[in-house]
């Protein structure tokens, strides 16, 4: 991975590691943060994984190319009584968390498009 594409993996990390029920958050899936695609242990929870998808590239017209590149972010927890409501708590959580006024990272991502929350 590139030395770039780490600090955006890094940058979105730092604003996952904030999440806990201390800073008026609804979980604590911050604590732990790891940037690879894996399945957490049952000792690891709670925790975030924060990772790379596809790249994806369009040609415009003019044959101008905007290339994409997905960021995943998963929130573990234990499981409680209702799933459901713990879902919609660690969705609430990252969205909170990693959608501030600054959606370029800090000029890591640059353009119209910056980060957004799909």
């Given at each position: ?42 000792n690891e ?74």
């Amino acid at each position: 991975m590139s030395s770039k594409l780490q600090r955006i993996i890094d940058a979105v990390a730092d604003r996952l590691a904030v999440i806990n029920t201390g800073a008026g958050y609804y979980t604590d899936i911050g604590n732990s943060v790891f940037r690879n695609q894996r399945d957490p242990q049952e000792n690891e929870l709670p925790c975030c994984l924060v990772f790379f998808g596809e790249r994806a590239a369009e040609t415009q017209q003019c044959e101008n190319i905007r290339t994409a590149m997905t960021i995943t972010v998963i929130g573990y927890t234990e499981r409680l009584s209702d799933s459901e409501d713990q879902g919609t708590q660690i969705l609430a959580d990252i969205q909170r968390a990693v959608e501030l006024a600054d959606d370029t990272l800090g000029g890591l991502l640059r353009g119209q498009f910056g980060l957004a929350f799909v």
